[in-house]
């Protein structure tokens, strides 16, 4: 069947989560065959490409001179590239992250050395990833020691309805975001070994279903989502990896200083 350019234009505006346009989520946009082999190649790669921080692992994969994504990423690359149709060209740098239960990824902001657009594809294991507005879109710039919590209790601190929020990603799910979300907000994955499907999870309905909001199709939740009383938890009992897909604009000879 072909894919009408309409179509194409179409397809990631379905599939927008919460308030923000530019925030995107597929639930299950690859197979469980397809995430076992992505594991089995991520593991194969030899310990050297392995770089250790401080709470977690990571490997690199082009985005620097002479380096191109090897053709196993290629595969699934190329696709969120097509199917999105929001990259402005090929997609050049694939980071890929391995988180343990209890390890996270402090809020950040991704470098201007990227397009404004990343595709996070997991693998594994469920988190909640945090999107935090930048603190110069606090209303009350005075108060910079309240913590990102306290932050989100209070919904008037924050400027022209920026709020915080947060995401499930849950194994085999593609986040995609960009423009605002991507410069406005920092992002993060809290280093605890239970995370809360809260109020301010934009896509629980597609995380506990397991399927896309228009699918019709339900299917129990995911063996990780525990419930106690009214409040649904991720419980992190196996580890995670995630490929961060983006287009480096400027290819140089080093991309990060270890
Ligand atoms: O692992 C993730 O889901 C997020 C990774 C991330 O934000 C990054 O590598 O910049
Ligand atoms: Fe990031």
């Known amino acids: 069947m072909s894919i009408l350019p309409m179509e194409v234009e179409d397809k990631p505006r379905n599939f927008v989560v919460g308030s923000l346009p530019t925030v995107m989520y597929i639930p299950d946009f690859i197979t469980e ?3 076992t082999q992505l594991l089995e190649n991520v593991y194969k790669a030899p310990q050297s490409k392995w770089k250790s921080l401080k709470n977690r692992r990571l490997q690199n994969w082009g985005g620097i001179v002479h380096e191109k994504v090897p053709s196993w990423l290629t ?3 190329q696709r969120i590239s097509e199917e999105s149709g929001l990259f402005p060209s090929a997609i050049n740098h694939v980071l890929i992250n391995e988180y343990l239960p209890g390890q996270g990824i402090m809020p950040h902001q991704d470098g ?3 397009f404004p657009v990343v595709a996070i594809l997991s693998l594994g294991s469920p988190v909640v ?3 935090t507005p930048h603190s ?3 209303s009350c710039s005075s108060k910079p020691t309240i913590s990102s919590e306290d932050a989100n209790q ?3 601190m924050w400027t022209d ?3 915080p929020f947060s995401v499930a990603l849950m194994p085999r ?3 995609i975001f960009k423009d605002e979300a991507y410069s406005e907000y920092l992002h993060g994955i809290k280093d605890d070994a239970v995370h809360e499907i809260n109020e301010e999870v934009v896509n629980e309905r597609e995380a506990l279903l397991g399927h896309g909001p228009d699918s019709g199709l339900e299917k129990a939740a995911p063996l990780e989502v525990m419930s106690s009383g009214d409040v649904k938890c991720i419980q992190r009992t196996k580890t995670r990896i995630s490929l961060t897909c983006r287009v480096v604009l400027k290819v140089h000879k080093k991309l990060f200083k270890f």
């Open 33 to 35: 065959t397809e995430e």
């Open 75 to 77: 595969k699934i690359t």
């Open 112 to 114: 201007p050395a990227y």
């Open 129 to 131: 990833m945090d999107f």
């Open 136 to 138: 110069s879109l606090r």
């Open 154 to 156: 209070d919904v008037g």
């Open 161 to 163: 309805n920026h709020h």
């Open 173 to 175: 799910g593609l986040l």
